[in-house]
């Protein structure tokens, strides 16, 4: 009797998980298959699903884009810099907020959760007039350091909790077998840390990647700007090149696809289940 009244169920349940995967899968699909299309048949007031021919050249049209190369490389520099610092300097706080107990700590993480909360526009202002006194506008350090600021908060406080949940005797057993503090937490720790990495450097790339005010004010050159103002240039006073931008924005997307698939295989949970009874 359970498992006629389980089946229906289920089957409802994937029917609206299938309608939900649906509802957000398209938007990247209609972007795709906009890219694929001849811009006559993009401005065309039909509605194809399925693209009637397909084309290459709105990618090619986009790669040729003045700059494409330079903004690349410059979104890069910044976005994987972040990312690098944001892991160390997370990491090095992470810890000791959970492991070590000491005067202030509970203050000191609810001022990283503030800090978190802080919308990005908000900042702008300060962050720009700073930015002046040390004379970094118009530099990549400037957004590099920005991008790590918006990034650090998160890291910590994703960190700091999956620090926690790994069983502080399993360092203790390595300390009894020999290591140091440093040791058990190279050899024991930080290994069952890999998720919590890739899970943090994920946001931080994909927060630091798709970031735009700051880019198109803090650089005065051209030549420092990075791949979303690039994506601004599809747009003239002539009007919106739609097939061009999509094209772009499929080519935007995939430095951070391939990112994720670098390192997905060590979001696994679970790494430490069973490793200690009772």
Do not use: H
């Not at 058990?184 to 735009?212: D, H, K, M, Q, Y």
């Amino acid at each position: 009797m359970s498992s006629m009244r389980t089946g229906p169920r289920r089957i409802l349940l994937g029917t609206i998980g299938l309608l939900v995967a649906a509802v957000f899968a398209f938007p990247t699909y209609w972007m795709i298959t906009s890219a694929l299309k001849p811009p006559i048949e993009v401005l065309s007031a039909r509605y194809d699903l399925i693209p009637l021919s397909v084309s290459l050249d709105n990618f090619a049209t986009a790669i040729a884009k003045p700059g494409f190369a330079t903004y690349l490389t410059n979104s890069l520099i910044v976005t994987l810099g972040a990312v690098a610092c944001s892991l160390v300097a997370g990491l090095l706080a992470a810890v000791p907020l959970a492991r070590l107990r000491f005067r202030g700590r509970k203050g000191f993480v609810l001022l990283v959760l503030v800090a978190q909360l802080a919308p990005l526009e908000a900042l702008f202002i300060p962050m720009y007039l700073l930015m002046k006194d040390l004379g970094l506008l118009n530099t990549l350090p400037s957004l590099l350091l920005v991008y790590f600021a918006t990034t650090l908060p998160f890291t910590i406080w994703t960190l700091r909790g999956f620090v926690n949940g790994i069983p502080v005797e399993l360092e203790e057993a390595a300390m009894v077998d020999g290591c140091g503090r440093w040791g058990a937490f190279r050899r024991v720790t930080l290994p069952l840390l890999g998720p919590g990495l890739v899970a943090t450097s994920v946001f931080g790339f994909i927060t630091a990647w798709n970031e735009f005010l700051y880019a198109f004010v803090f650089m005065r050159d051209s030549s420092k700007y990075t791949l979303p103002v690039w994506l601004e240039s599809f747009q003239t006073a002539f009007g919106t090149d739609w097939s061009g931008a999509m094209a772009g924005a499929v080519l935007y997307s995939v430095p951070a696809l391939v990112f994720f698939l670098l390192v997905q295989r060590k979001l696994v949970s679970g790494g430490t289940a069973g490793a200690v009874k009772g």
